[in-house]
């Protein structure tokens, strides 16, 4: 039987290939002058003399136009915990997790040993903490593999009572697919303890998400979204996702919980069309998987984190 040591080892294994290529050019009697071109530059996000509307309301439909018209379409959820109010808005729409299946596979994992249906050994404990801070995509495989794959999507939806979150028919775990509404549910029962982890195995959880890194284990920054916007929250935990392309699209999801108490819970969900003005790439330089950090990524994560500052002008939610 392969054992879950050796997965991690295949899992962990990486390709690399290098390419050497020169290029030589005789030189020209005469220089030629290039000819001009007009760079765009992409607009702040939002302009630094936006007036703000002076409720949450108001502010919510001016990040979801000032996103609309950045070639964006917003899926958000606001809950605070404290007095049970929630907002939202698109946040019904399906959309693909990318990494924030993750926290269900932690979850499922931790939920599941505690209750003795499975065998969670130390070396692969130790997986969940960067598969959660620096959202390692090998520990994530390795574990989701060990943890039965899909099947894993379908335990977590029932028992938090999850309806519009469902595996993919192709059962890679990144095309899971969730809304704004079931992350806000998600997260406000692993922080009170309704979703059926122990308080030990929530400590593990919250704590690994406020231990979230500036860049991912494959490089790509973290911080757009709930960090970049609320700075003056000192307490934070959050579980970010990228990929491209869906449907020709940017896909972002910045997902969390802020202040003391992890009073607030927040999820904004965004698709975008690939943004290329600066650097005159297109949509096929960008990787389905590969870490690509061009100007279309950059648009599309100061979409996410422009959104939530409008919501919040002040940097903290209260």
């Not at 990494?99 to 499975?118: M, P, Q, T």
């Not at 009572?161 to 899971?176: C, Q």
Request: aromatic letters at 6%; glycine letters at 10%; a negative charge.
């Amino acid at each position: 039987m392969t054992t879950l040591s050796a997965r991690l080892r295949r899992a962990s294994t990486m390709m690399a290939a290098v390419a050497l290529a020169t290029t030589m050019a005789a030189a020209c009697a005469q220089p030629v002058e290039p000819a001009a071109t007009t760079v765009p530059v992409a607009p702040e996000f939002p302009e630094p003399e936006m007036p703000m509307a002076p409720d949450l309301t108001g502010r919510l439909q001016q990040a979801l136009d000032g996103a609309a018209a950045r070639g964006a379409t917003l899926s958000i959820g606001f809950l605070d915990r404290e007095t049970g109010t929630y907002m939202g808005s698109g946040d019904n729409d399906p959309i693909e997790t990318a990494s924030v299946v993750k926290l269900f596979i932690a979850d499922d994992l931790l939920y599941r040993s505690s209750r003795g249906e499975f065998a969670l050994d130390d070396e692969s404990r130790a997986l969940i903490a960067p598969m959660l801070s620096s959202s390692d995509d090998s520990a994530a495989q390795v574990l989701w593999d060990a943890a039965g794959g899909s099947d894993v999507v379908g335990r977590v939806a029932g028992r938090y009572g999850l309806p519009a979150t469902v595996a993919s028919a192709d059962g890679i775990w990144w095309n899971t697919r969730t809304t704004a509404a079931d992350l806000v549910r998600y997260y406000d029962a692993v922080l009170d303890g309704t979703g059926g982890l122990n308080p030990a195995d929530r400590a593990t959880v919250v704590g690994d998400l406020e231990a979230f890194t500036p860049e991912g284990a494959d490089g790509y920054p973290q911080t757009f979204g709930i960090p970049r916007a609320l700075p003056g929250e000192t307490v934070r935990g959050v579980k970010q996702g990228w990929m491209c392309c869906v449907d020709g699209r940017w896909i972002h999801l910045s997902t969390g919980f802020v202040g003391e108490g992890e009073r607030y819970v927040v999820a904004v969900l965004s698709r975008e069309d690939p943004w290329y003005g600066a650097d005159g790439g297109s949509a096929e330089t960008t990787a389905d998987t590969a870490v690509t950090d061009d100007d279309g990524a950059k648009h599309a994560r100061v979409t996410v984190t422009g959104a939530l500052k409008i919501l919040f002008p002040t940097g903290v939610v209260a």
